[in-house]
Antibody, heavy 120, light 108 residues
Framework: QVQLVQSGAEVKNPGASVKVSCKAS????????IHWVRQAPGQGLECMGW????????RYSQKFQGRVTMTTDTSASTAYMELSGLRSEDTAVYFC?????????????WGQGTLVTVSS | DIQMTQSPSFLSASVGDRVTITCRAS??????LNWYQQKPGKAPKLLIY???YLQSGVPSRFSGGGSGTDFTLTISSLQREDFATYFC??????????FGPGTKVDMK
């Protein structure tokens, strides 16, 4: 079955960077895109951008442009999201999600989430 | 950015009730609308995509409708496991796929 397994929780100082991994299994990794979505404590969901695992094409939400980098390692079926210049407002659970196939964008499988805490 | 609103924000209901949640987009998004269910401490789960297509494995008591700016998610007969928070998401504006603020469905 399709599974996305993310790396563990992180605690970072303001100004630092964090890199979250998302290991996929149960499907052809390069046939799908991976999206990253975050959720601040008690808040809603926010899309950060996505990467096409087949050709590493990326699109980032304007809010995160310049601070986020999404990459993949196809040999390990793993996607990565790196966020730099961390501030307290970046404290959130970060999810990776697989975009379903077809003409509409939707997330049919999700990772379990990675809590990133930014605190001095 | 396309803004998404949901109503109500909170909803108290009983098992067996018919429940309808509304989602509105700030501009027309055709049928580029998804619905997710989220339980505390868990990742969201896809229920409906493209406004009305039921995701595989999701019970048929869930249904979606609408197009343009106004959409609905209906649960025909609420079950105990349906108490959760529901989010709509527009997938019209790449990559700014905004979510609604959520509707929490609580037990009455």
């Amino acid at each position: 079955q399709v599974q996305l397994v993310q790396s563990g929780a992180e605690v970072k100082n303001p100004g630092a960077s964090v890199k979250v991994s998302c290991k996929a299994s149960g499907y052809s990794f390069t046939s799908y895109a991976i999206h990253w979505v975050r959720q601040a404590p008690g808040q809603g969901l926010e899309c950060m951008g996505w990467i096409s695992a087949g050709d590493d094409y990326t699109r980032y939400s304007q809010k995160f442009q310049g601070r986020v980098t999404m990459t993949t390692d196809t040999s390990a079926s793993t996607a990565y999201m790196e966020l730099s210049g961390l501030r307290s407002e970046d404290t959130a659970v970060y999810f990776c999600a697989r975009r379903g196939l077809g003409g509409f964008t939707y997330y049919d499988s999700w990772g379990q989430g990675t809590l990133v805490t930014v605190s001095s | 950015d396309i803004q998404m609103t949901q109503s109500p924000s909170f909803l108290s209901a009983s098992v067996g009730d018919r429940v309808t949640i509304t989602c509105r987009a700030s501009q027309g998004i055709s049928r580029y609308l998804n619905w997710y269910q989220q339980k505390p401490g868990k990742a969201p789960k896809l229920l409906i995509y493209a406004a009305s297509y039921l995701q595989s494995g999701v019970p048929s008591r869930f249904s979606g409708g609408g197009s343009g700016t106004d959409f609905t998610l209906t649960i025909s007969s609420l079950q105990r496991e349906d108490f959760a928070t529901y989010f709509c998401q527009q997938s019209y504006s790449d990559p700014q796929f905004t979510f609604g603020p959520g509707t929490k469905v609580d037990m009455k």
